[in-house]
């Protein structure tokens, strides 16, 4: 049992316990469905029956606890984050936001109180995709969303994702993975706390922000292709160098993000071939990564680009191929509740001030769903996937008041 001013302290001894549930000695390495998935399940089942809750593990390997409403039939309001992680990681990024949700249940079971509306504090068995290159199996599984034909997918052992599935003591039979656990009916929305992975809070000395959006994607590899030859016997007037064509790109990139507000672009990748030190470059492919929170702001920039990706290769004489990989819509958080989170942020004496969050988020599946919204908690430079991923106790104190208060502030809206 944890008292009230406990409770921060406790979800940062949880953090770290769970920190050193790892595959790989010396720094935390936590993929779908292993053995450290496993033992933090098992730790997790414990904190969440000593909250109140009922917990079972579903046909994926996620974790659901379940906290009554006061009356049976009751909507069901979805609290949560990811367990699993990516490799070499830091303590904060998904288990956070179970420890949070968890700790707001547990003042609520400490007090007896039950809400208008259920509580399920989810824990999701995969959202980074480490194991498998397929991010959100968790969430999409519980929302009738998962794709079947991942299940074919291997590992880098060889092992296939059913076989993963079922050691882990899943099902993965297609019908567990595509049933939805609730219908659209059945909730009432879904909160996500998670440390913003960004430096905006910190540099505007704020504990806690609000999402207003996910930001929309664009994955795109692009292509120069010029011509391979000697790098002493031909002229420089007469080159046409792919890798200087492609550099030309890269930094015309960055001045059209600097000047379209809220657009971040990235060049991530570059290949050089054939990448010799006394070869001109014939051919680069390179990788570039565009997002808003407004998809017709995130297309208008990505038509830019392609634009001047063609001025530039028809300046220089090389030849240019554009393909885009991979499309994901922006999804905007929940006004409703938007709204009732700022109000618990303003009831608090808080500065508001609402961000997009450029990273994904389980979130973004859950809303196919129901109503969602996130609060961001400040971490320390920013950092996150990385071993020195940090939060304050402070600050983790003040998401806690925050998500109670608004679960309560909820709780009189929906009424009884
Ligand atoms: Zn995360």
């Known amino acids: 049992m944890i008292t009230e001013d406990a409770s921060a302290r406790t979800v940062m001894q949880r ?46 390997g996620n974790l659901i606890g379940r906290y009554e409403a006061r009356l049976a039939g009751a909507k069901t309001f979805l609290l949560g984050s990811h367990l699993d992680s990516v490799r070499d990681a830091g303590k904060y990024d998904g288990p956070l936001g179970v420890m949070i949700a968890i700790a707001c249940v547990e003042r609520l079971h400490q007090r007896q109180e039950h809400l208008p509306f259920a509580i399920e504090v989810l824990g999701f068995a995969d959202e980074e995709g480490l194991r498998y290159s397929t991010a959100y199996l968790g969430s999409r599984a519980m929302t009738g969303t998962f794709d079947l034909e991942a299940l074919n ?17 899943g099902n993965p039979d297609p019908r567990a993975l595509q049933t939805p656990r609730w219908h659209h009916d059945d909730l009432a929305g879904y909160c996500e706390v998670h440390i913003e992975q960004g430096p905006v809070l910190e540099a505007l000395k704020l504990p806690v922000g609000i999402v207003s959006a996910i930001a929309g994607q664009s994955r795109i590899t692009v292509r120069f292709i010029g011509e391979a030859g000697h790098a002493g016997t031909v002229p420089i007037s007469l080159r046409h160098d792919a890798l200087c064509a492609a550099s030309e790109f890269v930094l015309a990139v960055e001045t059209l993000a600097r000047n379209m507000p809220g657009v971040v672009a990235t060049v991530g990748q570059l290949t050089v071939q054939p990448g010799a030190s006394n070869v001109i470059p014939g051919q680069v492919t390179l990788s570039l990564d565009v997002r808003h929170q407004d998809d017709t702001v995130r297309e208008q920039a990505c038509r830019r680009l392609e634009e001047q990706a063609h001025a530039i290769s028809q300046a220089r004489g090389v030849l240019l191929n554009w393909q885009l990989l991979h499309e994901q819509h922006a999804v905007p958080c929940s006004p409703r509740l938007t709204k009732l989170l700022a109000k618990a942020i303003v009831e608090m004496g808080y500065p508001l001030h609402s961000l997009p969050s450029g990273a994904g ?31 304050t106790e402070e600050d983790v104190e003040i998401a806690i008041k925050v998500l109670e208060r608004f679960l309560l502030l909820l709780s009189s809206e929906e009424g009884n």
């Open 153 to 169: 997918l291997t590992d880098a052992e060889g092992i296939p994702m059913a076989e993963a599935i079922r050691n882990f003591g």
């Open 361 to 391: 988020h389980d979130a973004a599946v859950l809303s196919k769903l129901t109503d969602i919204a996130m609060l961001f908690v400040r971490c320390r430079g920013g950092i996150s996937h990385n071993p020195a991923e940090s939060v």
């Open 15 to 60: 953090c770290d316990i769970l920190g050193s549930y790892s595959e790989e000695p010396g720094r935390l390495t936590r993929p779908f469905a292993s053995k450290a998935m496993r033992q933090v399940n098992e730790t997790v089942t414990v904190w969440m029956q000593a909250a109140g809750m009922t917990v079972q593990q579903d046909a994926i």
